[in-house]
């Protein structure tokens, strides 16, 4: 099946630093990758969509300018959690649906962000 | 809004148990209603799928109805083995690929 990465798998940095999470999709063209957000026990958060080539669509509540997302490539998305700080801690997940149209897309492994 | 509502785990079985996890669903419309599976260190993979009321799914053994009169989407599997021990989100998506999960339920399996 389809397969996406993420990069890094684990990261820990200093509160106030910015983190760059990378998410691809190796063997398909993602029109629209996904950011969700996962707390321990509990749910994915979808935390903004993005299209290719354009602007990412945030959800109600989410900081735009603390999260920031780019989708430079039909292959790349990435995200960065600019100044973090430990309540930033999470694991964040991407999904990237094929330009051919697939309900639900293909997820990452997801990437755990400690923020110290 | 939308929202999925799933049973609280863990679940705890003995290997070659009937397994269910219920979910219920509200939304306007039609949704397509998913069931993703997460095991250990994983990311999610999309178990089953259903777009229209009184649809199967079904994978690995693992199926869900889609019914409309009681908005649910139960997952069951007749025989666990171990290595479904994972984590099981229900999920519905209205004509996008914004999923709306809900909250895991923990599967537990033991020999």
């Known amino acids: 099946g389809a397969v996406v990465s993420q990069h890094p798998s684990w990261v820990i940095c200093k509160s106030g630093t910015s983190v760059k999470i990378e998410c691809r999709s190796l063997?398909?063209?993602?029109?629209?990758m996904f950011w969700y957000r996962q707390f321990p026990k509990q749910s994915l958060m979808l935390m903004a969509t993005?299209?290719?080539?354009?602007?990412?669509?945030?959800e109600q509540g989410v900081e735009k300018d603390k999260f920031l997302i780019n989708h430079a490539s039909l292959t790349l998305s990435t995200l960065t959690v600019t100044s973090a700080h430990p309540e930033d801690s999470s694991f964040y997940i991407c999904?990237?649906?094929?330009?051919?149209?697939?309900?639900?897309?293909?997820f990452g492994p997801g990437t755990r962000l400690t923020v110290l | 809004g939308d929202s999925v509502t799933q049973m609280e785990g863990p679940v705890t079985l003995s290997e070659e148990a009937f397994l269910t996890i219920n979910c219920t669903y509200t939304?306007?419309?039609?949704?397509?209603l998913f069931w993703y599976v997460q095991y250990p260190g994983e990311g999610l993979q999309l178990l089953l799928k259903?777009?229209?009321?009184?649809d199967k799914g079904s994978n690995k053994g693992f199926e869900a109805t889609y019914r409309k009169e009681t908005t649910s989407f139960h997952l069951e599997k007749g025989s666990v083995q171990v290595s479904d021990s994972a984590v099981y989100f229900c999920?519905?998506?209205?004509?996008?690929?914004?999923?709306?999960f809900g909250t895991g339920t923990r599967l537990q399996v033991f020999p």
């Open positions: 999904s990237a649906s094929p330009t051919s149209g697939v309900s639900g897309g293909y």
């Open positions: 063997d398909f063209q993602a029109t629209t």
């Open positions: 993005s299209n290719e080539g354009s602007k990412a669509t945030y």
């Open positions: 939304a306007t419309g039609y949704p397509s």
């Open positions: 259903a777009t229209k009321a009184d």
């Open positions: 999920a519905l998506t209205r004509g996008t690929d914004k999923l709306i």
